[in-house]
């Protein structure tokens, strides 16, 4: 249960939607742990094991992303929504305002996918980043 005092930038439905391709590590990426994700994407879920046991971390993971990020003009859930069906395209990026890189992203398929894993490696730091500068946030 949120309380007024709690963020709202992740998901948790997303969360478990997510879970659904956990074997690729979608969801461990969504809530900001691209090592594990990238180790659950290399061994298919740590054959499988790790995610079912993730189906159980999934609440407290979803906890310390509401704690790590910042809520603010860029939603978390529409940019990761964004990135893992329409990534190659560069809607994500232009979603947040980064119209340069997203053309780019555009015009070369996320730059043969390279731009694809980084975006999964760092879009909720630069999303906390730019919710961060907005004007705005507000501290409370």
């Given at each position: 249960m949120k309380t007024r005092y709690t963020k709202n930038t992740h998901n948790i439905t997303v969360g478990y939607i997510l879970w659904l391709f956990g074997f690729t590590g979608s969801h461990r990426f969504y809530y900001g742990k691209p090592i594990s994700g990238t180790i659950y994407l290399c061994t298919f879920g740590l054959l499988g094991i790790g995610w079912i046991i993730d189906l159980f971390l999934i609440p407290s993971m979803d906890r310390q992303a509401e704690i790590k990020y910042t809520e603010g003009a860029i939603d978390y859930n529409v940019a990761?929504?964004?990135?893992?069906?329409?990534?190659?395209?560069?809607?994500?990026?232009?979603?947040?305002?980064?119209?340069?890189?997203?053309?780019?992203?555009?015009?070369t398929g996320a730059l043969l996918g390279c731009g694809y894993c980084y975006d999964y490696w760092n879009l909720n730091r630069q999303i906390d980043e730019i919710n961060r500068a907005s004007p705005k946030w507000d501290s409370q």
């Amino acid at each position: 249960m949120k309380t007024r005092y709690t963020k709202n930038t992740h998901n948790i439905t997303v969360g478990y939607i997510l879970w659904l391709f956990g074997f690729t590590g979608s969801h461990r990426f969504y809530y900001g742990k691209p090592i594990s994700g990238t180790i659950y994407l290399c061994t298919f879920g740590l054959l499988g094991i790790g995610w079912i046991i993730d189906l159980f971390l999934i609440p407290s993971m979803d906890r310390q992303a509401e704690i790590k990020y910042t809520e603010g003009a860029i939603d978390y859930n529409v940019a990761w929504v964004l990135l893992t069906f329409l990534g190659l395209f560069g809607i994500h990026r232009m979603y947040m305002g980064k119209w340069l890189t997203g053309i780019l992203y555009f015009i070369t398929g996320a730059l043969l996918g390279c731009g694809y894993c980084y975006d999964y490696w760092n879009l909720n730091r630069q999303i906390d980043e730019i919710n961060r500068a907005s004007p705005k946030w507000d501290s409370q």
